[in-house]
């Protein structure tokens, strides 16, 4: 299985060949880049967790000379061009959206933005180190270090796709790093989306007027916090008739409001999407021996500047609102799974750079090996993801020959 990922991702995308676009600022390097990439590559693809697991699987394999060493993999990674990498993930994007392999969201393309916290540790060791005081057992005061980015992937009905991250500095909130996330997503990626869809933090008139000047529609989370617009679309639903519907099992109660003058920033008029929704739900009753049967009601709000459509009024609001829902993505299908099945909270190399290195080229083998599951993978024994990951660790510890074919290139001499 490993060889067959290592071949899909090669044929299709290429990846073994553009990766040798990437350089780092050493000065004589004795190792070309380009091997020192495909190593973290296959690390992440075989899911090795750490730069120590590798070394331990090239000790195993005498590998020694095909592989660099993880202090050299360390310290290129310290000076790795980032926009290299991003080079290399949009070349992926171009092939994946050339070649039909990604698909929109309930009909429109919906670019997801978020904040996430990544690593802590007790040690402050790059520029990026946020600090904060934390009281541990016994009052004991002490101060832990974290580090947190922004992310943005594309959803999508089966897979998201990760387009790119960056990181929110010390000093600074969320929406300052987000709004250059956004700016070089849009630069990058300038037909990869239609909507952008961000929790109650991205209501903000800068991050709607920045949307709008690169042609796109922005959701936000409608929270308490926001009391003009909030009250008005409370009071707006009291007098007037919910949509009621039904998909699959939920029920769905969902007003339509278009409102104006109750977000100064703004100034325009926007349309807040409310929608009160029940699912009834078999669950276990108390004593653990029979079923009882409940219903999970949740309320949701939601503004938005997309323009109310003229045809076909209720086929678009029900899709407006599970694009609204597909939010919830960017929380299961990035974060928490490159977290929990990929170890990208692990610090592979402590410092700046080499902290986004590690991520960026983890979301793009996470891309590929999605892509891979869902349109190459015909066995249908295999029916779990973590079973496919072990499968191609278990490739790759015996295979006689494991490394891709890199081109060559001598490093330019300074
Ligand atoms: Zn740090």
Same mark, same amino acid.
């Given at each position: 299985?490993?060889?067959?990922?290592l071949r899909?991702?090669?044929?299709?995308?290429?990846?073994?060949?553009?990766?040798?676009?990437?350089?780092? @600022?050493?000065?004589?390097?004795?190792?070309?880049?380009v091997?020192?990439?495909?190593?973290?590559?296959?690390?992440?693809?075989?899911?090795?967790?750490? &730069?120590?697991?590798?070394s331990?699987?090239?000790?195993?394999?005498?590998?020694?000379?095909?592989?660099?060493? $993880?202090?050299?993999?360390?310290?290129?990674?310290?000076?790795?061009?980032?926009?290299?990498?991003?080079? $290399?993930?949009?070349?992926?994007?171009?092939?994946?959206?050339?070649?039909?392999?990604?698909?929109?969201?309930?009909?429109?393309?919906?670019?997801v933005?978020?904040?996430?916290?990544?690593?802590?540790?007790?040690?402050?060791?790059c520029?990026?180190?946020?600090?904060r005081? $934390?009281?541990?057992?016994g009052?004991?005061?002490?101060?832990?270090?974290?580090?947190?980015?922004?992310?943005?992937?594309?959803?999508?009905?089966?897979?998201?796709?990760?387009?790119?991250?960056?990181?929110? %500095?010390?000093?600074?909130?969320?929406?300052?790093?987000?709004?250059?996330?956004?700016?070089?997503?849009?630069?990058n990626?300038?037909?990869?989306?239609?909507?952008?869809?961000?929790?109650?933090?991205?209501?903000?008139?800068?991050?709607?007027n920045?949307?709008?000047?690169?042609?796109?529609?922005?959701?936000?989370?409608?929270?308490?916090?926001?009391r003009?617009?909030?009250?008005?679309?409370?009071r707006?639903?009291? &007098? *007037?008739?919910p949509?009621?519907?039904?998909?699959?099992?939920t029920?769905?109660?969902?007003?339509?409001?278009?409102?104006?003058?109750?977000?100064?920033g703004? @100034?325009?008029?926007?349309?807040?999407?409310? *929608?009160?929704?029940?699912?009834?739900?078999r669950?276990?009753?108390?004593?653990g021996?029979?079923?009882?049967?409940? %219903?999970?009601?949740?309320?949701?709000?939601w503004?938005?500047? %997309?323009?109310?459509?003229?045809?076909?009024?209720?086929?678009? %609001?029900?899709?407006?609102?599970?694009?609204?829902?597909?939010?919830?993505?960017?929380?299961?299908?990035?974060?928490?799974?490159?977290?929990?099945?990929?170890?990208?909270?692990?610090?592979?190399?402590?410092s700046?750079?080499?902290?986004?290195?590690?991520?960026?080229?983890?979301?793009?083998?996470?891309?590929?090996?999605?892509?891979?599951?869902?349109?190459?993978i015909?066995?249908?024994?295999?029916?779990?993801?973590?079973?496919?990951?072990?499968?191609?660790?278990? @490739?790759?510890?015996?295979?006689?020959?494991?490394?891709?074919? $890199?081109?060559?290139?001598?490093?330019?001499?300074?």
């Amino acid at each position: 299985m490993y060889k067959k990922l290592l071949r899909y991702s090669n044929k299709i995308f290429n990846l073994f060949s553009i990766i040798a676009s990437i350089t780092d @600022g050493r000065i004589k390097p004795q190792i070309p880049t380009v091997k020192i990439v495909a190593a973290i590559i296959i690390m992440h693809f075989t899911n090795q967790g750490s &730069l120590n697991n590798l070394s331990q699987e090239i000790a195993y394999k005498n590998f020694k000379a095909d592989i660099p060493s $993880v202090s050299t993999i360390a310290r290129t990674a310290d000076s790795m061009d980032l926009e290299e990498i991003r080079g $290399v993930g949009i070349e992926i994007y171009r092939e994946a959206r050339k070649k039909k392999m990604l698909e929109p969201c309930h009909g429109m393309w919906v670019g997801v933005v978020d904040g996430h916290e990544q690593i802590t540790s007790p040690y402050c060791k790059c520029p990026y180190c946020k600090s904060r005081i $934390v009281t541990k057992k016994g009052g004991i005061k002490d101060i832990q270090y974290y580090h947190e980015f922004t992310a943005f992937i594309l959803a999508g009905p089966k897979i998201s796709f990760i387009l790119d991250l960056e990181p929110i %500095l010390p000093g600074e909130g969320e929406i300052s790093s987000s709004y250059r996330l956004i700016e070089r997503v849009c630069k990058n990626y300038p037909k990869a989306f239609k909507i952008v869809i961000g929790d109650g933090l991205y209501l903000k008139e800068t991050v709607f007027n920045l949307l709008e000047s690169h042609h796109k529609y922005t959701i936000a989370v409608l929270k308490e916090e926001r009391r003009q617009l909030f009250e008005e679309a409370n009071r707006l639903s009291l &007098l *007037s008739e919910p949509k009621v519907y039904r998909q699959k099992k939920t029920y769905y109660r969902v007003w339509d409001h278009s409102i104006s003058g109750c977000w100064d920033g703004y @100034g325009k008029g926007v349309r807040v999407i409310v *929608s009160e929704e029940a699912t009834p739900k078999r669950v276990h009753s108390k004593d653990g021996k029979s079923f009882r049967d409940s %219903l999970n009601r949740a309320n949701w709000m939601w503004v938005t500047n %997309l323009p109310c459509p003229e045809s076909e009024y209720l086929v678009n %609001l029900k899709n407006t609102v599970r694009i609204c829902h597909s939010r919830w993505q960017i929380e299961n299908q990035c974060f928490n799974e490159t977290v929990n099945t990929w170890n990208a909270d692990h610090v592979y190399r402590h410092s700046a750079n080499a902290i986004i290195v590690f991520l960026l080229l983890l979301f793009i083998c996470v891309n590929i090996f999605n892509i891979f599951r869902i349109r190459n993978i015909k066995d249908r024994s295999i029916k779990t993801k973590i079973y496919l990951i072990r499968l191609i660790g278990i @490739g790759f510890h015996t295979a006689g020959s494991p490394l891709p074919l $890199v081109p060559t290139i001598p490093p330019i001499p300074i």
